[in-house]
């Protein structure tokens, strides 16, 4: 992680300069707001976005995350000019300084909880490693994806880490090398979107999702997160004694005995995520 857990006791102090956030109920949402730069994101930028995140992680009450953006644009990736002359960013003094420099790819897989990205505009460069670090990605019909990085004598390296685990490497080393932009139908193909709807239907698609993913067990779906990520570091061996463990622990909580007892008396569960 990026942030302590005692870093959030602060959260409510932070004026967060260049994303909106908001808690309504189980869902948190993150909206980025550099509309002006197409939502660009900048180093401060990426770690409000880091220090958001890791809120969402610690905080038993958010269940499910929600990222939009500002302006007609997802997400245009890297300020170029910013990173390059850091001078240029804005100060947050009441943001907590990360323990580390953030990499925003990790800043989603210690999520480690569902994350929807709205995508009403395009997706570039960096950007992927926003809706590529999601769960799902429901976008417009209209929007464009693409990475125009060797276009500026410049390889996605990043990016390519998060696009490996969405599609082969062949096709993740075409969308690198040719730069070109993508419709949503092929990034749907790709595997980068998951549903693509109308501009006008966006947010109740967005919506009934949040609402699939808040009808099921927020602990077993958590732990279902936390094991896809130990996975990498067992062999083989190792991976199917350390999922029965988890299957164990899942089985033993509230949440379960809720489920069963619900599914008995065939009426919702209440879950207590625990």
């Not at 670090?133 to 464009?144: H, K, L």
């Not at 932009?181 to 980068?192: D, H, V």
């Amino acid at each position: 992680m990026f942030f302590q857990e005692s870093d959030l006791s602060k959260f409510s102090e932070v004026e967060f300069k260049l994303i909106k956030v908001n808690k309504s109920g189980n869902l948190f949402t993150i909206t980025l707001n550099r509309p002006e730069k197409r939502n660009a994101f900048t180093p401060i930028m990426l770690t409000e976005l880091a220090y958001a995140l890791a809120y969402a992680h610690y905080h038993s009450e958010v269940w499910c995350v929600l990222l939009k953006a500002e302006g007609p644009a997802f997400c245009a990736g890297m300020d170029l000019n910013v990173f390059q002359n850091p001078s240029l960013d804005i100060e947050n003094l009441k943001l907590p300084k990360p323990i580390k420099e953030v990499t925003i790819g990790d800043a989603f897989k210690y999520l480690e909880k569902p994350c929807i990205a709205q995508v009403e505009g395009s997706v570039f460069a960096g950007g992927f490693l926003l809706i590529g670090g999601c769960s799902f990605v429901v976008s417009v019909e209209d929007a464009q994806f693409g990475l125009p990085e060797v276009k500026r004598g410049i390889f996605p390296m990043q990016v390519m880490a998060t696009l490996l685990k969405i599609m082969p490497q062949r096709k993740a080393m075409e969308m690198a090398i040719l730069g070109k932009n993508y419709t949503a139908q092929e990034a749907f193909n790709l595997g980068i979107v998951t549903h693509i709807c109308s501009k006008e239907n966006i947010e109740n698609e967005a919506n009934q999702l949040v609402e699939s993913i808040l009808e099921n067990s927020p602990f077993a779906i958590r732990k279902g997160f936390e094991a896809i990520n130990q996975l990498n570091n067992l062999s083989e061996v190792e991976q199917h004694q350390y999922l029965l463990s988890v299957l164990q622990e899942i089985r033993q909580s509230e949440d379960a005995r809720e489920g069963i007892l619900a599914f008995k008396e065939k009426r919702k569960p209440v879950w207590k995520n625990k």
